[in-house]
């Protein structure tokens, strides 16, 4: 565990062990559901969900990187940890990614502020560590950039899909890339947000506490907000359309593309049976084996691991990609045609 | 493949593993690693563990094997199913081969054999004789396909030495004993990636997926001064010294670039990963279970070996990997083309009966191009 000050609790709640906390203030979770002053932290608890839901991060009484008062702190650092309860006794989903996510940019800003502040010689500023312990990315500063290996790069870069972060967008300099502290920490945003959203969910849900319920009841309707519809229009994606074109016309579709079609449609709840004639014009067609693969695929033999379609980002790098504006951004095929309601 | 061949080449394979068991051996932490073999005419045996070159040497002999494999990837226990293994790493991987290079000169010695009545000709479409569209390409590579693959290798060194700081010795590049090559990258800070983030240093190798914005050119109010100059590392150098060629150009091509615009710079992008990107092929490297071609053993597709390349430049497959023995065997040649074979010619034969040695037999009746008399 990262030692921390008190700026650093109220900045990385997060970074805190809850439970402990409360005990070091000397403070139970009953008190909070009873003392009309410190009621008023569970309000602001659910402030600062409601804020995490709408998509906007929680205005903190921290100014300057400081907290401001000597009162703030406490209220900083509880009203984090009793949105955690609030949140626990609602067992809303929903609400603690939403939440997760919120937290994550609110402690991003605070982090890129104290990278962009790290002078050559502290290295060992929590900033680094906390990105070095929590998602082992080795940061080191050089000149008015920060360098990073170029697979801890990639070990996190890979969940974007924005193109400005493949490797080939990077500036790569001896097995590193070069990144501003903005963007050091964007690399771990997703992270940050998993981070924070499996602390939530490996935390002990409590029993309901007295003078917790309401707040709670307001948390389920609120999450209603967020229930969505899909419809699909059953078409098929473009590279699926082009996989079987080029079947139809009995000439070579390469091993990846055959995953590709046969993945999907068995996504899609086709049966091997169903599918296996498709491959029936293919050169090398061979009715033993193409039942066995297909088999494979569908986890029916071997392993019985079931294969999943492969992401646009794969189909793209071996060429397999025929994008065009109806795929609407979608990463994965078996996304085309989905539309939320 | 009729039963004669086959004994033939199993015989031919037999003798070199035999007689050539220096050349067979297993890599470092043989057992760590997945080991596989196929015979001829069957399926893939896989799973298995071997611990050192005699026990290797051994499974060469009791099998006599069409082809031999190994896994670049390191396991707890490589000879359990495949979910069991424990995957901890692997090396990284790169194949290049001829066939994925355009090259025009390939339609020259490209073979078409009808699956469905065999018949031999030069059309890639259908079969001239029956109609059949099932046909199976067979290529005898020729100088320009071996050079142009030792480019690609050279590319690729360059961009594993400047960009990923990879220790040259580190690098093993091999002939792949048909038509090309593959380098192998021991120790690098890539061993314990995945898949995934494979495939994205795959697109910064083959420079895909490259956005304007990256090399200078912006959408609104481009900058003349954003773009690449020489003396910088990595694409921005490549990209300057293929797009301005010289600094004195520099300046009147950008001029043009900006002139036109945005999505003319893309296409110039997009056109730049076939003339100075890598051409690997992307699905070897991505995958980290895979068992590769074993070095030493023979390849099936020709008869010749892959084997290390001490001097790529120097290196002819057809003389340095051809180690099948010299004794003369008759076969009925139906070879549309010439090649050459440790320093002499063969062929072009037209279903003609002839005696040649047996490493050129070997050559041909793995390319289906002959068979025993």
Known sequence: ?341 | MNENNLKFLEESFKKYYFEHSELILVPERSSEREFGFQKFNSGMTRHISIKDDKELHLLCMQNTPSDVYCSNAYYTFPNLPMNEKDWKEADLIFDIDAKDLNLSCRENHTISICNDCNEISKNHVKCLKCNSIKLEKKSLPCKNCINSSKIEVTKLSEILINDFKINKENIHVYFSGNEGFHVYVYNSQFQQIGSRERSDLVDYIMFNGAIPETFGMKKFKPNRSSFPDFGKSGWQERFSKQIFGSKSKRSKIISELLANGYSSFQKTLDDLSNSIGVKIDPNVTMDIHRIFRMPGSINSKSGLTKIFCKDLSKFDPYNDASYIADDSVEVIANCPMEFKLKNKKFGPYTNEKITIPRFAAVYMICKKLATLA
């Open chain 1, 1 to 341: 565990m990262l030692a921390l000050g008190q700026d650093e609790i109220a900045k990385y709640p997060f970074l805190a062990d809850a439970g402990q906390y409360l005990k070091d203030k000397g403070f139970t979770l009953e008190q909070f559901g009873v003392d009309p002053d410190l009621k008023e932290l569970i309000l602001k608890a659910y402030e600062r969900i409601q804020v995490a839901a709408d998509g906007k991060i929680y205005k903190s009484d921290l100014i300057d990187n400081q907290v401001s008062k000597e009162a703030a702190l406490p209220r900083e650092v509880f009203s984090f940890l009793l949105a955690i309860v609030l949140l626990k006794l609602s067992g809303m989903h929903t609400l603690i990614k939403r939440f997760s996510l919120a937290e994550a940019r609110r402690a991003e800003k605070y982090l890129e502020k104290d990278l962009a502040n790290i002078s050559d010689e502290s290295k060992n500023q929590l900033a680094v560590r906390v990105i070095d312990d929590l998602f082992s990315v080795k940061v080191e500063k050089q000149d008015d950039y920060f360098t990073i290996p170029v697979s801890d790069y990639l070990k996190h870069s890979i969940n974007f899909h924005e193109r400005e972060w493949k490797l080939i967008n990077r500036h790569v300099e001896n097995g590193n890339v070069l990144l501003s502290p903005h963007e050091t920490v964007r690399l771990i945003r997703k992270e940050l947000g998993t981070y924070i959203n499996s602390k939530i969910v490996n935390a002990k849900t409590p029993t309901m506490i007295p003078g917790f319920e309401d707040s709670v009841n307001k948390l389920v309707l609120l999450s209603k907000k967020f229930k969505t519809f899909t419809v699909t229009t059953g078409e098929y994606p473009p590279c699926v359309k082009h996989a079987l074109e080029i079947l139809e016309k009995g000439e070579n579709l390469p091993h990846s593309g055959r995953f590709m079609l046969a993945t999907f449609l068995l996504s899609k709840g086709q049966t091997v049976q169903q599918i296996a004639p498709l491959f029936k014009n293919a050169p090398d067609y061979n009715a033993r084996v193409t039942l066995y693969q297909l088999n494979h695929l569908a986890g029916t033999s071997g392993s019985g691991t079931q294969y999943s379609c492969p992401s646009c980002e794969k189909l793209k790098t071996q060429s397999l990609c025929f994008a065009t504006s109806e795929c609407n951004n979608i990463i994965n095929p078996l996304q085309f045609g989905k539309k939320k309601q």
